[in-house]
């Protein structure tokens, strides 16, 4: 089975997904891995194609919203996230998917101003990084006004993270 060809979004998700789990791989060095993690790639997409569905989905409405993002890389961010076992109403929150009023200070806020300033020419890796470092401070409760990341840094990690309990919404007044 060709899943390249059936399911190409499914595909680049998963590269995402599998490159981002694969510890000895260096972030800029994600154009010269091709063929090396096609194995996994395929086994990742036969395994989970509804969650890698799901994930695309959102990956789909943020850059809906924000054209700069890239598509697979944002829904890589949420694969990862709904896989770490992170209930999926809490992965919309975190992407804004909802018109959530949420304040200047809250790292969302960067996170979507760092995404719109993105060009094709920064690469999945960059998205994915600026992503997952905005939801390691939201879930810990840290704020930001600016957010960045170089192509030297590591991803950010979210494995092993406890549960946790999200901020509640900012009420609007009535």
Not at 33 to 53: F, K, N
Not at 98 to 110: Q, Y
Not at 117 to 128: F, K, S
Request: aromatic share 8%.
């Amino acid at each position: 089975m060709d899943t390249q060809r059936i399911h190409p979004p499914m595909h680049s998700i998963a590269r995402y997904v599998t490159l981002y789990r694969a510890r000895d791989v260096k972030p800029y060095q994600w154009d010269s891995v091709r063929d090396t993690y096609h194995r996994s790639t395929v086994e990742l997409i036969r395994a989970r194609h509804r969650l890698l569905r799901v994930a695309r989905a959102y990956g789909r409405e943020l850059h809906g919203r924000i054209r700069a993002v890239d598509e697979h890389a944002a829904g890589a961010v949420a694969y990862v996230l709904l896989d770490d076992g992170q209930p999926s109403d809490v992965v919309r929150r975190f992407f804004l998917l909802d018109d959530e009023t949420v304040g200047d200070d809250d790292p969302r806020t960067a996170m979507r101003r760092a995404l719109a300033e993105l060009t094709p020419a920064d690469g999945p890796q960059r998205t994915m990084g600026i992503m997952l470092k905005a939801w390691g401070l939201w879930v810990t409760g840290s704020t930001a006004r600016q957010l960045s990341w170089r192509d030297d840094q590591p991803i950010p990690r979210v494995a092993g993270w406890p549960s946790f309990s999200i901020p509640t919404p900012i009420e609007s007044p009535q």
